[in-house]
């Protein structure tokens, strides 16, 4: 499960669409609106499986700190990997620049 994890984190956000595309034509969900526009189902599906894989890797680096906790550091250099809900942590630059090439691939889709 581990690899499994890892594998989706790793993987390229395209692929990810893709994996997101299969599950909506293998599952039968519908792929556009009354209106003929193509629906976001790939992009939610690829995001919530993202969003699996890093709350499963953050808790059980949550579990393992507890176990054999890391000492102690402070300052701004002990910046966390992930905030207090699991989320991946990052600035909002990164945020700014991951937000615009996902509407960047959404609207290739659509």
Known sequence: MSDLKS???DAK???MIDLGDFVVRDT????VDSDGNLMPQ???IA?????????MQAAEAARAE???PAPETSGPEAAKEY????DPGTD??????LEAELHKLAQEQG
């Open 47 to 55: 995001a919530a499986i993202f969003r699996w894989a890093a709350d």
């Open 83 to 86: 905030d207090e809900q699991g």
């Open 92 to 97: 909002a630059p990164t945020a700014a620049k």
């Open 7 to 9: 594998a989706i984190l």
């Open 66 to 68: 507890q176990a054999d």
């Open 13 to 15: 956000y395209i692929d």
């Open 28 to 31: 039968g969900l519908p792929d």
């Open 42 to 44: 790939a992009t939610e």
